[in-house]
């Protein structure tokens, strides 16, 4: 490829539109499970009995174990990369992936019709939780190594693409709500989305071999897939030197830091900055974790408390939310519109707007200081109409408005800040860390999405 000047050009955008479906197919299964969770809560919390004085229901805490189960497989897929990822051929890792993911979503849509005992639904619905998840991150980490040889704008398209499957799911539950179908043809129809959508994604992922753009650029992954070490940096050209040097330790994972490079700092299309054509001069060793830790701790504490704070309230605690105007045709719109709409779209808002505005500095006190200011949200979401409630803490938000407010400004500095910390980071450091960077970080968005998952559940007992 050295010297090549036909360097072939992405027709009709083909390639970009590949990779948005791409990343639109990576957060279906986490977006589609959590915006059907009136849907699961429906078939849980049937069985009522009396102990004598009062009515008691099995409560199976659904919305706390669905958000853990969906995003422990993120952080320990983020962890179990190194090994993973060297054993296993990449077009396997992505194909296989999506295959899973359709299986499991298939099983989900057949199990709408078919009754079944709550505690077995429980189990099951868990268990398939948990492994599309699974699945879900490994395809995630592995399309983002692929992203990450194609230039830097489509990084930043696979981005866009991640934060629409929550707005596509959360419509796709209204118009399953506005259909005249009964409840469960809906539910059926609602879960037949996501088949439809990972079959997509899998249809898209084998055109791309056949696009001479990809084609050209995705090349330079199988060399590495081949076992290209050292000795074919050694010998590669200047040019293609700094490529394949970007992506050979973008996979070939050392250890946590060197995450699924998940890729959020991409979205500002600072994230593969090493992809650039670096300059022909050796290159310079790289300098450890540690080192590279000690330079963008604040960031990585930021990424982290962002996503701790909206995990451990959202969905967990938003979605039992009630509208203040109930009997009515809106109280069946009510948690799609003003908890899920409002949240994904919002969110999706925050993310894009740090193209236009990045306050404040990376260097600021102020940055951390408005991360942590944040957790504001906790309490002010805890005191909107949420039930049923299990402690006397009062309902100082009851009406509709004020939670949509809430919502929205919850939304819209989780997508910002979220964006900020990541793009920020590999700022700090030298360009020849700037993945080491970008990896550590994805680690701790990861560990924040967890973390904020534990911490849904005493929150949710709180209220
Ligand atoms: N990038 C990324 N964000 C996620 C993932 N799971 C949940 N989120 C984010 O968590 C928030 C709540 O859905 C949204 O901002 C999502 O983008 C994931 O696997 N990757």
């Known amino acids: 490829m050295k010297g090549r000047t036909d360097t072939p050009r992405d027709r009709g955008c083909l390639v970009g539109i590949i990779f948005f479906i791409l990343g639109l197919g990576t957060l279906l299964p986490w977006n589609f499970f959590m915006t059907a969770s009136l849907y699961f809560q429906g078939r849980l919390n049937t069985t009522e009995w009396s102990n004598g004085t009062s009515v008691v229901r099995k409560e199976y805490y659904f919305n706390n174990w669905m958000t853990l189960l969906s995003q422990l497989p993120l952080l320990l897929f983020t962890l179990l990369n190194s090994f993973l990822y060297q054993r296993i051929s990449e077009a396997m890792r992505i194909a296989g992936s999506l295959v899973f993911i359709l299986l499991l979503f298939v099983l989900t849509a057949a199990l709408v019709k078919v009754p079944m005992e709550q505690d077995r639904f429980f189990d099951v619905t868990m268990a398939t939780i948990w492994f599309i998840n699974s699945f879900g991150a490994v395809l995630q980490g592995s399309l983002f190594g692929l992203v990450g040889l194609l230039p830097q704008k489509y990084s930043a398209v696979f981005m866009s693409g991640q934060g629409l ?26 879960f037949v989305t996501p088949c439809v959508g990972t079959l997509l994604t899998l249809f898209s992922y084998l055109l791309l071999p056949r696009l001479d753009f990809a084609q050209y650029h995705l090349n330079k992954s199988s060399k590495y897939e081949l076992g290209a070490t050292d000795e074919l940096l050694k010998e590669s050209g200047a040019v293609e030197n700094g490529k394949l040097n970007g992506h050979a330790n973008g996979s070939a994972s050392k250890g946590p830091a060197e995450g699924e490079g998940e890729g959020e700092p991409a979205a500002d299309g600072t994230k593969h900055a090493f992809l650039s054509l670096e300059p022909a001069e050796p290159a310079q060793a790289k300098a450890s974790v540690m080192e590279v830790f000690k330079k963008i701790w604040v960031m990585a504490f930021c990424v982290t408390f962002v996503f701790t704070v909206t995990l451990s309230v959202f969905p967990a605690v938003t979605v039992d939310v009630m509208t203040a ?111 080491t960077a970008g990896a550590l970080m994805t680690f701790f968005l990861a560990l924040g999405l967890s973390i904020g998952a534990a911490l849904s559940f005493p929150l949710r007992t709180l209220v």
């Not at 925050?350 to 951390?368: D, H, I, M, N, Q």
């Open 165 to 190: 499957a929550g707005t596509f799911a959360a419509v796709a539950m209204l118009l399953a709500l506005a259909s005249d179908a009964d409840s469960e043809s809906a539910a059926l129809g609602y």
């Open 325 to 435: 105007f109930p009997g009515g045709k809106w109280e069946r719109f009510f948690i799609s519109v003003c908890c899920f709409l409002t949240f994904n779209i919002n969110d999706w808002l925050g993310r894009t707007v740090t193209t236009l505005v990045r306050w404040p500095a990376k260097e600021s006190r102020l940055f951390p200081l408005l991360v942590v200011s944040r957790v504001v949200f906790v309490p002010l979401l805890m005191l909107c109409n949420v039930q049923p409630r299990r402690s006397s803490l009062p309902v100082l938000f009851s009406h509709d408005a004020a939670f949509a407010v809430i919502m929205t400004l919850f939304s819209v500095s989780s997508g910002y800040f979220v964006c900020l910390s990541m793009s920020y980071a590999p700022q700090l450091v030298a360009q020849k860390d700037a993945e």
